[in-house]
């Protein structure tokens, strides 16, 4: 712990010094060198929009782990082509989010989160437990039809049980000063309303010129205002929420929903939170 201390002291004084981008493999190689992290190769992933993620192939094991997933922030969604700003602030949620999630569910259980083994803040870097380059994504399993009907459902159950666990546990009666942290997750409370509720209306009056949605969705007006009306009035509730912690990461395709195998056997699933911070229950 001492030597990755030191080494993220001397990465921050070297930074000042050297312009690099650590979302381009030859300057992450080089921001790894001399580290328990350095790696002989670096696997971008896909999938994701909010940061620049990708596995690390270390030289040498890290707590018996060959493979370390690492996730670099920008000051905005790094999939954007307009560069939509999103606060550099998300990472040190995301980080807190992954211990206390950890801390709170069986350590046996099929779902979980991933350890994470460094947090250089400085650098918008995080370096976590990966499953490994044998796992695959939960929508490319689906896809390559190996999720059979008692698969799925197992995986369904699996992940209402974490969801219960975490949801049900993480409140303030329970940790008022978990709670207290995440409430200035306003930003993630933001793009949560927006993202779920806040397009509805525009979505149904085919104002957003989806592709998936060409042709007229014959939503009448009446409809219209009722569902806006919803909209709004949970959006606001979204807003104002304080007492119940919310875990996002449900996109089937992202790049941290893992399926983890033991030979040839399902063995668990790995979720990262895209978003951690108050809200409604049940929202999902």
């Excluded at 070297?14 to 190769?41: I, W």
């Excluded at 670096?42 to 370390?68: A, K, P, V």
Aim: proline letters at 4%; glycine letters at 6%; hydrophobic letters at 40%.
């Amino acid at each position: 712990m001492i030597n990755i201390v030191m080494w993220v002291l001397t990465q921050t004084q070297t930074c000042t010094m050297v312009s690099r981008d650590l979302a381009k493999v030859e300057d992450l190689k080089e921001y790894l060198q001399g580290t328990p992290f350095a790696s002989s190769a670096i696997d971008i992933l896909t999938g994701g929009m909010g940061n620049f993620t990708c596995r690390l192939r270390l030289i040498s094991r890290y707590e018996n782990q060959s493979t370390l997933v690492l996730k670099h922030g920008k000051p905005y969604v790094f999939t954007s082509d307009i560069k939509i700003p999103l606060s550099l602030e998300r990472q040190k949620f995301e980080v807190e989010a992954l211990k206390i999630v950890r801390e709170c569910i069986p350590g046996n259980s099929f779902v979980t989160v991933p350890k994470v083994f460094l947090f250089d803040e400085k650098e918008s870097v995080i370096i976590m437990e990966d499953c490994g380059d044998q796992s695959t994504t939960l929508k490319q399993f689906v896809l390559d039809e190996k999720c059979t009907p008692d698969v799925a459902e197992t995986i369904g159950s699996e992940l209402g049980t974490f969801l219960r666990q975490v949801h049900g546990t993480i409140n303030r009666e329970r940790y008022p000063m978990v709670c207290d942290v995440f409430e200035a997750n306003v930003e993630g409370k933001r793009i949560s309303a927006w993202a779920t509720f806040g397009r509805l209306v525009s979505t149904l009056k085919l104002e957003d010129e989806l592709p998936a949605l060409d042709s007229p969705l014959d939503v009448g007006e009446d409809d219209i205002r009722a569902i806006s009306e919803v909209a709004e009035r949970v959006s606001a509730m979204i807003l104002k929420a304080r007492d119940t912690e919310n875990l996002d990461q449900m996109w089937a395709n992202s790049p941290q929903k893992w399926i983890c195998f033991g030979g040839f056997a399902l063995r668990s699933m790995l979720l990262v939170p895209r978003c951690y911070r108050p809200s409604i229950v049940h929202i999902q």
